[in-house]
């Protein structure tokens, strides 16, 4: 670093005084410029270490404060340009390692599923029943989001009954509910469509990453048809009406209706135009 501070005082010490004339003067111009490239490669020598700033003194006797300036600025845009494509090859890096992780636990989620004919309530059983030899952490150092499938005809039935909280269905439901709704109100949602990923519930379980900018889904994880998001909407709309005569119910079925009224902050992944419009048809119902 020493040494570095040294070739530029030599530097510093060698420029000649800028003016009109001897920077370009206007008769000689075409020679300035066959002057200017190396006089600038001999500069970027000395900053690289190539040549010794002795050399540099032998060989040009002085720069203009205008080459130094230029040959800093292309040093500085040169590091930018770097150091940005650098961070953004370290985010890509990352989401492919978050789709294999979701890859795997989707692969461990069947397996379960095969083995007792229905899907885990958290991660944490597949642990357990050894589907999964250990629980990853996304490559941002948290935890991966996942909600057990839910039918929501089912829902519906149970929404219809004359007493839903006595039906053994009620306690996991709720609990499932609650954390769909901690999911589509919290920041690691905010950019996908809500009434995508109530819809998803319904044919399968749910897994995606925080991520960094956007969270990182399976490239089918959405794969909606705009007919079951409008049939699950009014399905939802249904329920809401229904859970209004049944407190306990109410308090677990309003939120998911209220939180499926919101729209994203950006495009959904899939079927935004189709879920967008079943989330208005929830807002005006």
């Not at 009406?241 to 309003?254: C, K, T």
Request: aromatic share 6%; charged share 20%.
């Amino acid at each position: 670093m020493r040494t570095s501070f040294v070739r530029l005082e030599r530097i510093v010490a060698h420029l000649r005084p800028v003016s009109a004339t001897n920077l370009f003067p206007v008769a000689s111009l075409q020679k300035n410029i066959a002057k200017f490239i190396p006089r600038m490669l001999t500069l970027a020598s000395v900053f690289l270490g190539r040549r010794s700033s002795r050399t540099l003194l032998v060989k040009v006797k002085h720069f203009s404060l205008i080459e130094v300036l230029v040959a800093i600025s292309i040093a500085v845009m040169i590091s930018t340009l770097s150091s940005s494509a650098y961070v953004r090859k370290i985010q890509e890096s990352k989401e492919s390692s978050a789709v294999l992780d979701l890859n795997a636990i989707r692969q461990a989620l069947i397996t379960y599923y095969f083995r007792t004919d229905s899907y885990p309530q958290s991660l944490e059983q597949l642990l357990e029943s050894r589907d999964l030899l250990e629980l990853p952490l996304d490559p941002w150092g948290r935890d991966y989001i996942y909600l057990p499938p839910v039918d929501w005809r089912a829902v519906l039935q149970l929404c219809q009954s004359s007493n839903p909280e006595a039906d053994p269905r009620f306690a996991p439901l709720s609990a499932t509910l609650k954390r769909l709704v901690s999911v589509l109100t919290s920041s690691a949602a905010d950019t996908v469509d809500p009434m995508a990923i109530i819809t998803a519930l319904h044919r399968g379980p749910f897994v995606m990453s925080h991520g960094h900018a956007a969270p990182v889904l399976l490239p089918d994880a959405l794969n909606n048809r705009p007919t079951d998001v409008q049939e699950t909407g009014r399905i939802l709309r249904q329920c809401r009406e229904l859970a209004l005569s049944h407190p306990a119910l109410n308090e677990v079925i309003g939120p998911v209706a209220a939180a499926a009224a919101r729209l994203p902050s950006a495009s959904a992944a899939s079927a935004a135009s189709a879920a967008a419009a079943a989330a208005g048809d929830l807002g005006t119902g």
